[in-house]
Nanobody
Framework: VQLQASGGGLVQAGGSLRLSCVAS????????VGWYRQAPGKQRELVAS???????DYADSVKGRFTISRDNAKKTVYLQMSSLKPEDTAVYYC????????????????WGQGTQVTVSS
């Protein structure tokens, strides 16, 4: 199983970006997926998450600006980021709990490689 994160880039404050996280490989079901970020010198923090039934949760710092969504058929989770601020600058990672086999109802935890988001003032 692999997670591929993409969509990062350089954007001015107030701009928007959409990140994608695509899961591939031996997958029966992609369950909870989270987007995390880590800025230089700071701990990795959870930004947004979505369960397999699309129940979402957000960090207070991004509520009203970021939207997480998923396309289960494509095994893809998106993070739409709007009204970006310089403090949103970080490497963004996706994390997924994946059930690989229908006969084994156990999730394994996977991380994507990270995508850089830089917001200029």
């Amino acid at each position: 199983v692999q997670l591929q994160a993409s969509g990062g880039g350089l954007v001015q404050a107030g701009g928007s970006l959409r990140l994608s996280c695509v899961a591939s490989g031996r997958i029966f079901r992609v369950n909870t997926v989270g987007w995390y970020r880590q800025a230089p010198g700071k701990q990795r923090e959870l930004v947004a998450s979505t369960t397999s039934s699309s129940i979402t949760d957000y960090a207070d710092s991004v509520k009203g600006r970021f939207t997480i969504s998923r396309d289960n058929a494509k095994k893809t989770v998106y993070l739409q980021m709007s009204s970006l601020k310089p403090e949103d600058t970080a490497v963004y990672y996706c994390n997924a709990a994946i059930q690989e086999l229908p006969s084994r109802p156990v999730d394994r935890d996977y991380w994507g490689q990270g995508t850089q988001v830089t917001v200029s003032s």
